[in-house]
């Protein structure tokens, strides 16, 4: 048989090299010289060594793209090694770079100058005049915004809570060499700006998004924080000396003008005319409340002292809380270190995550005030909790605590829980203010048909807002009985049951009232979603006088457990079945007797033999080879391997897993084909049924192509039944780690089982109309979702999903709840370390939905199994790894890399296991293996310590292996060069094609080497091993650290 084979090698190569003469025959039948012959041939060499320089190009742009995708994608999960430990070029930046629009910003700055310019003289300057007798001779004589335009550092796009909306945060900087000059010519004042710095955190809201030109309706603009502003006044004491400006202060104009830039304050830029939710994108309602009980603190910083120091006092306290331009300060706590204020204050939230409490603690002075610490929370985190109650530690405060107890109040559309909020703020002992019920939002439009006090001269009109004792104003709107002032006003309301609002339209200059109205809040909590949006006609004014408002009231929530119950539940963790809710639910969910019985594939496609030759010339007499493919079916999923050209007994050593189920009848299909430019051949096919794996556990045999003349394929089958234990988890990622194949998907270490019962309490986001929902689950890129259930507050899906994992110690499971058209109504984080720490690797129960409604819930049942090899059962039984110092892998041990020349390896990790006692020349660190599937020697180069350095410069080593006797190109290898570095870390895979026996003849011989210079090839050698691979126990994979030893000692 063999001499056969040979036979018709030699015949082949006979054939391939007659072929060559073929031109020269066809050249003197045609009639054409030589010089015609060396040409054809010149310009066939051309095109033929072009076509392979593309596609070797291609090949490396590809591996190279697979590479950095795997990398990126390990350290993004968290996979990866620390951030000193990665290569370079990977990156993870918050924000997207921005410089294409910095250029368009600085290519129009001058005409933004232009803009100002017209702006300040034409708009700013007649208000400011119109503002206060004193400023009618106000102008502005000077209008530069200098060369420097503003700079945008990065731009970040986010959902927006709503689809007619888009989020953009723009981190900008503005260091310019603004000049603006004003003149008050009645006090010979000049003043002006010289130089100016913003620099903060711009967020842009697109919205509402339209079907027409210019698809944006509106632009709004604010700071979510505080940015901060520097700006260099010029002639600031002559403009304050004016009468009415004289109880101001620089620092109290920097403010206002701070102020004036953060939220609630927003600067709306309309796109379309007539845009009629412009008073609502100005204002809109808020996100929710935050109800801040300040406590007290403990162990403040001493800051009174006494003759000169020596004498220590205490200090008196008081705290400023700040939310935006809402600041409020409690009352001073004389001579106390552990001041207790309790004290309740209230805070609209607009945008949540970003907005932050800032609270700063002072001992208060009669000349200034000294800081005793601060402290920031964003109110997100509220958000999550519902309830925070902690003490904060205190930033330049020492040892400085607060005591803060935070509640997050929902906005509530309906007043069927008012009665349960009045009654629970009747036990609240608030100070300084009784605890809030709900809020109300008055949206002032516009008015019609406002009286003359005299005839002829049209009114100044403003509105006064009022409930109780707080009043707010409206802007002036000069000369008209039509005015538009687009304004709205926020209230607090203590019980809504029995307060009114009071309106008053007034004529500014003589404050004469034009008109009132006063409405019963009563009449809110009767319509329809708590909203009046309609005219009212005004008392005490014309016949036709009418107001255009809209006016929102909405119940505060606490969606919390009361005081003395029980804390509430972290995200991740089950519910009791008390949290449950008043109605009868199930405790746990109810899987059918199927579900998690499922088991993982894992498919070696190792090799095929003896296939047909479809590649054929001239009609079948020259014969040619195949550049054969497979294709594997199994359990509806298929996959491909790679194409191995032109070869007959081609080589793939390729893994595929797959998640199948013990359903009679199915097979794991195989089937072979050649690639061709049109259609590909049928090369053959063979099936193992399923059931035989299953019940065999492991197949590994030759199998025979069907429908063909000849060729077999030998392919492994193994039946992996997931374990629910984590006692073999370490040895399974170690032992994956080593049979990881050169191409294809990290080997899966565990199958994770998700039974998805049903929700509870879902938000209702279109009133009382419950919607049609359904879950999407997520691991990795690995996503699935349920049946859309019909509308309902409580959907029932009872569907199992399974999913393979990699790396069970950093994965988690995403899960969403959405509407029909993608809404989401919660979501639930699940991270599976939680899995492996709980009884039987298995939660069971419900589970809060963050972002949800208030009491929104799920019930799931979410069970982990360990993927348990043979080749981990076998490790597990023996001994450990040979050696004394010898250690697996961590399942911890992060990252990947991939080495010049070498396969993926999973990086060892410096506290994996102790490094013993370096020798005179240092130590190298090996993994020596015999990997049978694939009949491969496997050596995995990791590190170098405490290398000796032969110069006064550090030296840039390399560790080159020779596998000996033979020292030709094919038994060689070497790693990638570390630059100056006396510890280097390599991590990186080599392997050779030799048999067990002969590897058990052989010698490996590592040498680590050092560049000399850039422009030489002379290497230096810093020391070498010398390993009798007979004496190395091949079969177990032991990673030793070996003491180097000088190059001219003998081996």
Partial sequence: MERRGAGLAALGALGRRLLWALPAYAAGLLGLGAGALVLALALYAGWRRRRRARERGMMLAARLQRDEEAAVRAAAAGLGAARGELPAWVSFPDVERAEWLNKVLAQAWPFFGQYMEKLLVENIAPSIRASNTHLQTFTFTKVDMGEKPLRVLGVRAHPGAHKKQILLDLNISYVGDVQIDVEVKKFYCKAGVKGMQLHGMLRIILEPLLGDVPIVGALTMFFIRRPILDINWTGMTNLLDIPGLSSMSDTMIMDAISSYLVLPNRLLVPLVPDLHEAAQLRCPLPRGVVRVHLRGARDLRSKDRFMGGLVEGKSDPYAVLRVGTQVVTSRVIDDN????????????????????????????????DDLLGRMKLDFGEVLKARVLDKWFPLQEGGQGRLHLRLEWLSLMSDASKLDQVLERNRTIVA??????????????????????????????????????????????????????????FRFFLHDPVNQDVDIQVKDDPRQSSLGSLSLPLARLLNSPELTLDQPFQLQHSGPGSRLYMKLVLRVLFLDAPEDGGPPPTPSGQPDSPA?????????????????????????????AENLIAKDNFFKGVVRGRSDPYAKVRVAGRVFRSRVVKEDLNPRWNEVYEAIVDDVPGQDVEFDLFDKDIDKDDFLGRCKVPLRRVLSSRIVDEWLPLEEVKSGRLHVRLENLAPSPSAALLEQVLHTNSLLQPARGEE???????????????????????????????????????????????????DE????????????????????????????????????????????????????????????LRAQLGVLVSQQVEVGASSVSLAGGDAAPQPAEAPGEECGTGGLRQRLLPADSHPEPAEGPLGRLQLTLWYYGEERKLVAIVHACRKLRAVSKELPDPYVSLVLLPDRSRSTKRKTSVQKKTLNP???????????????????????????????????????????????????????????LRDERSSP
Wanted: with cysteine; glycine share 6%; aromatic share 8%.
């Fill in 579 to 607: 949290t449950t809710g008043g109605t009868h639910r199930p405790t746990h969910a109810s899987p059918d007797p199927q579900f998690g019985t499922e088991h993982v594939l894992r498919i070696h496609l190792l090799e």
């Fill in 431 to 488: 100070k300084p203010d009784p605890p809030s019920a709900a809020i109300l939002v008055v949206y002032l439009d516009r008015a019609e048909d406002l009286p003359m006090k005299k005839p002829g001269k049209e009114p100044n009109p403003m509105v006064q807002v009022s409930v109780q004792d707080v009043t707010r104003e409206s802007k002036v709107v000069y000369n008209t009985s039509a005015p538009v002032w687009e304004d709205a």
């Fill in 337 to 368: 270190l552990n001041p207790t204020w309790d004290e309740v204050y209230e805070f609209i939230v607009h945008e949540v995550p970003g907005q932050e409490m800032e609270v700063e603690l002072f001992d208060k002075d009669p000349d200034q």
């Fill in 800 to 859: 199992g999903f399974s999913f393979l994992i990699k790396r069970p110690h950093v994965e988690s499971l995403e899960l969403q709840v959405k509407e029909e058209g993608g809404q989401p109504l919660g979501a639930l984080s699940l991270p599976l370390p939680q899995l492996l720490a709980s009884e039987g690797l298995a939660l069971d129960g419900w589970f809060p939905l963050a972002g949800g409604g208030p009491g929104s819930q799920i019930l």
């Fill in 985 to 1043: 870390d390599f991590n990186e895979r080599f392997e050779w094609d030799v048999s067990l026996e002969e590897a058990s003849r052989r010698k490996l011989e590592a040498n680590v080497k050092s560049t000399v210079s850039f422009m030489s090839r002379e290497k230096e050698v810093l020391g070498k091993i010398h390993l009798d691979l007979a004496q190395v126990d091949l079969s177990e994979g032991g990673t030793h650290w070996y003491e």
């Fill in 747 to 797: 080997l899966s270490a565990a199958l994770l089982s998700v039974f998805v019962d049903r929700a509870a309490d879902l938000l209702l986001r279109k009133g009382s109309k419950p919607p049609a929902t359904f879950a999407s689950l997520a691991v990795r890129d690995v996503s699935v979702k349920t049946k859309t259930c019909t509308p309902s507050a409580e959907p029932v899906w």
